[in-house]
């Protein structure tokens, strides 16, 4: 079924997207949404996730055994570079 909305644009060329529109496309307060021109119409859709927005979204396929070890391997890992770059300098 075909819905229509009309809206006024201000002056400053802003249109109020109806709320029905918001929530069906799952647009919240301060998202980006695309306006994509396709032959004679405009369609509307809401923008990708960002890659901060997307981050921690998905849970890992296994978990890190010992996440605290392995920072303290890539400590040791790159503090013994650095002192092989200063003995070499």
Do not use: C
């Not at 109806?18 to 994509?36: D, S, Y």
């Not at 981050?55 to 010992?66: H, N, V």
């Amino acid at each position: 079924m075909l819905k229509e909305y009309t809206r006024r644009m201000t002056s400053k060329g802003q249109v109020t997207v109806p709320a029905e529109v918001r929530r069906k496309l799952g647009i919240r307060p301060g998202e980006t949404i695309i306006f994509r021109i396709v032959k004679n119409h405009v369609e509307i859709d809401r923008s990708p996730m960002s890659l901060e927005e997307a981050f921690g979204s998905i849970r890992p396929l296994s978990m890190s055994e010992d996440f605290e070890a392995q920072t303290h391997t890539a400590w040791d890992e790159h503090a013994e570079k650095v002192i092989q770059e200063m003995k070499g300098a």
